[in-house]
């Protein structure tokens, strides 16, 4: 046996028992040469957590779980190695709870001092306290397996809602359905045609209104101004003037009004004077209209009233010639 | 037909027959350690260190080629650092032992056949004998020792290698952070990983040296049959690997 052999050997067990022993404290996070304190926590079902499980206080590792065992009373132990210099909670409690969607599962130190705020968990951190033991109580939460469980009966209970809808539109339910939204649809267009005609109409309402309310600004200015020019005209006692020339106006109007009252009254006085003059007319028109007197002859004969005419023709004729032969008619001498 | 059955039958059975009364001429000659301790470590020499660089060899590649698989794989809603995980419990529990062993069924198993058949066939065992010493001290129980005590040692090493090839993978073709990869390789460790590999692979050693010292020692007709016990050895060995496999994996891992 050579001693290179022997070296050799020795070499190559060492390096494989060093890996070995070092790549498992390593992979398993044990901590060497470190106190570490041992805790005994109780619940009703451990769930998916297993020895080796992580132990977490606020999301940082602090310990394994070392042991998991049946007790009596339908509990189950799991003891918990702490690492040293790690203090718990005053009142400490487990929650089992799976830590990811793969699979892995961690026993989750909390204080019971608020308690959870889930009444489940609540219920049973208490019920593991009651137990008494000087253990710490423990509540599993439901595993991502059992609510995927949950979930899938939720989708299958979706799918016979879905099949039951499917089933009520048959073909023509959709065939209707589609008419129904067609016609909605043209009911939009239509909707949306008149809003637009209505939008016009409004649009010029409102430009007659900015228009209007444009003149009434206008107005409100002019009258502004006139009450400014009436506010300076009655500081300038022009209004008063005007005031005054009307009251003497009115008190002409009275006068003249008098006058005629007066009048009126004359008027009335000579009434009598004046029947009596229409009756002597009335009967002059009498005469003339039976054509007696000389009036009623004149315009019953019509011989008198054109020798009357020839007359007059004549008469013009010698006016005529008296205006052009002056010398003919009338001879003026002074001596 | 039925005569054939038959004989096949009882030929099986003085099989099984003849692999006891080896297994029992080996336990007798286990109180023999002056004849067989310093020859066993010569063995683990050649078994083990000798073999190291071939199980390296594959366990390097087995690595790089599990950490792209599982990536390749992962794509979609698996986080990229299972990576970490899928490579460190393939090698642990299977890939390790079992690809180990199967290269080394050939090595040691093939050379083991070939070695004690042609003492046989050139009646060297028969001289052995002669000469007072036992077969079974000199030839078998440090050969077999050497195969249960080093498989666990290069399996040991072909794990490191492997999960360390694809560590670098996932570093340099993957994009995977090394906190990434080593926070998926401690995720679902359990100290079983590790004894389990280990023992797989010391029984997968014991198996393949027993295999290959018995084939070998029942070598018939010169070299002819010596290339039928190498042959013979490596496929018994490779066969018995893998129902071993099976049956561990059955057995403590259910």
Known sequence: MKRENEFAVGVVVIAAFAVVVAGALWLSGAHLGKTEAVYTARFRTVGGLGVGDPVVLRGVRVGRVEAIRLAPGNWVEADLKIYSGVTPPATPAVIAASAS?????????????????????????????????????GATLPDIGQLTAQASRIATDIAAVANRVQTAFDSEAVNELRRSIRDFGQIADRLARVTNEQADVIGSVGSNLRQGSDVLAKAATSLQGTLGRVDSATNQGQLATILNNSAATSANLRSASQDFHDLMESAHKNQESVVRVLVAADSVMSRIANRSGTLGLLVSDSTLYKETTLTMIQLRQLLSDIQANPRKYFTFSVF | MIAQLGRRTVDAVKAVGRFGHFVSDMGRALPD????????????????????????????????????Q?????????????????????????LGPVLAGLALAGRVGASMAAELGTMKVTEQVDALETLAYDPQSFLVVPRVLAGTLMFPVIVALAILTGIATGWLASLVLLDLSTQEFLKGLKLFYRFKDTWFGLFKSATFGCTITLVGCIVGLATRGGAEGVGRSTTRAVVYSAVLLLVLDAFWALVLLR
């Open chain 2, 33 to 68: 350690v002056a004849t067989w301790g310093g020859l066993t470590v010569v063995q683990m020499r050649r078994v083990g260190v000798d073999s190291l660089p071939v199980a390296l060899f594959i366990a390097a590649f087995t690595g790089v080629v599990l950490a792209l």
């Open chain 1, 101 to 137: 969607l793969f699979g892995e599962w961690a026993a989750t130190l909390i204080s019971r001092d608020p308690p959870p705020a889930d009444p489940n968990v609540r219920q049973a951190l208490t019920e593991a306290q009651a137990a008494g033991g000087g253990k710490w109580p």
């Open chain 2, 70 to 94: 599982a990536s390749y794989t992962f794509t979609g809603t698996v986080p990229l650092y299972f990576v970490g995980t899928l490579v460190g419990k393939t090698m642990m529990l299977e």
